[in-house]
């Protein structure tokens, strides 16, 4: 639930006063106004399916008299000028502006359908025209790795040896299985690996990564079947528009003058 969802179940359940009659400029609390900017403001970020009636404005303007009331007192007791609220509503208030900068940036600068398709294609060549599943043994040593394949080669049970052996804590209890998967989602060594075996045969040298020393069976293989382009293309957006902020950060970053003096004084 956010922010604006949970003030608005508050104004609808809570009501810390009895409704209070208003003139047309809504309220005023010891002569300070309740805006209707900000009771429109209220109404419109309203979860979707909640009726804007007259009901509903009166529980948004009477939370914002109890709400004035108690920011009275606090400026009162000048909890307004305390170093902590100061910070903390300096940092809410950027928080705000950068988001209201970087909605209104995704807004005039949309991830259009060509990129993303231009994307989901880039995506598929990636993943190749062939998956694989196969097992692996992970180990910390290559001395480890090649006495795992001196055990094979005996015919003992790759998948018992897993069990026993393996550091992969994801495939481990399943006897090293991997499932299906595309090279392009495993890293390179591991990929060049299994792609140079043949079904059924393991790697009789070990292969390292930086996770370690695998030893690998390849099981089978089969045609790659790439997610459709409706599943993904929201994701695909996303990831995208992401792309797209971090790249307007760093060239603002890059155009900017900045000096970080952070290191210095904290020392």
Do not use: C
Request: hydrophobic share 40%.
């Amino acid at each position: 639930m956010t922010f604006t969802q949970r003030t608005l179940l508050a104004l609808a359940v809570a009501g810390l006063m009895a409704p209070a009659a208003y003139a047309a400029d809504l309220a005023t609390v010891n002569g300070k106004p309740i805006k209707q900017s900000l009771v429109d403001y209220i109404l419109k970020e309203a979860p979707k399916g909640q009726a804007a009636d007259e009901n509903a404005k009166a529980a948004v303007v009477n939370k914002l008299i109890s709400q004035e009331l108690l920011i009275q007192e606090a400026q009162k007791a000048g909890l307004d000028k305390r170093a902590d609220y100061l910070a903390s509503h300096e940092l809410m208030s950027r928080e705000l502006l950068v988001r209201a900068y970087l909605q209104d940036y995704v807004k005039k600068n949309p991830v259009d359908e060509a990129s993303i398709k231009a994307e989901y294609d880039k995506l598929k060549a990636q993943m190749g025209d062939k998956e694989y599943s196969a097992q692996h043994i992970l180990v910390k040593t290559e001395q480890e790795a090649k006495d795992i394949v001196a055990r094979l080669d005996k015919g003992e049970d790759f998948g018992k040896i897993a069990k026993e052996k393996s550091q992969d804590p994801g495939s481990k209890d399943k006897g090293g299985d991997l499932g299906w998967f595309s090279p392009a989602g495993m890293v390179k060594p591991f990929a060049d690996a299994v792609s140079a075996l043949q079904k059924g045969k393991y790697t009789a040298t070990p292969v390292q990564s930086q996770f370690g020393w695998h030893v690998i069976k390849l099981n089978d293989t089969r045609a790659s079947q790439p997610p459709a382009y409706d599943k993904v293309k929201d994701g695909i957006q996303q990831d995208l528009q992401q792309r797209q902020l971090a790249k307007l950060v760093n060239d603002l970053r890059a155009k900017a003058k900045i000096v970080d003096n952070s290191a210095t004084k904290s020392k």
